[in-house]
């Protein structure tokens, strides 16, 4: 049984920045995708970034250049470094994992950390 719990999210003015952390447990973490997703009201939710367990990584248009996802596997934790927020970007964010990055996460869902971008 895979359990993920996310922290690091807050409020913060447009142009801040935080940094989202995800530890894991239950799985051999090294080996597997993690990937950062995010729901706002009223909308889908949506995969904003991945990390392979070598390192390869996966953007979401609306956050390239601003959000950087990294991992460590000694900790078995993935981060989501956000600089640059928007208003847009304000939404409960939750990290998953997956077998590759074109398959869908198998993890459950936990609560989420909330990141609301507003003046």
């Known amino acids: 049984q895979v359990q993920l719990v996310e922290s690091g999210g807050g409020k913060v003015q447009p142009g801040g920045s935080l940094r989202l952390s995800c530890a894991a447990s239950?799985?051999?973490?090294?080996?597997?995708?993690m990937g950062w997703y995010r729901q706002a009201p009223g909308k889908q939710r949506e995969l904003v970034a991945a990390?392979?367990?070598?390192?390869?990584?996966n953007y979401a248009d609306s956050v390239k250049g601003r959000f950087t996802i990294s991992r460590d596997n000694s900790k078995s934790t993935v981060y989501l470094q956000m600089n640059s927020l928007k208003p847009e970007d304000t939404a409960v964010y939750y990290c998953?994992?997956?077998?590759?990055?074109?398959?869908?996460?198998?993890?459950?869902w936990g609560q989420g950390t909330q990141v609301t971008v507003s003046s």
């Open positions: 990390i392979t367990g070598g390192g390869t990584t």
């Open positions: 998953n994992s997956a077998v590759s990055l074109k398959q869908q996460p198998f993890g459950s």
């Open positions: 239950g799985i051999i973490f090294s080996i597997y995708v």
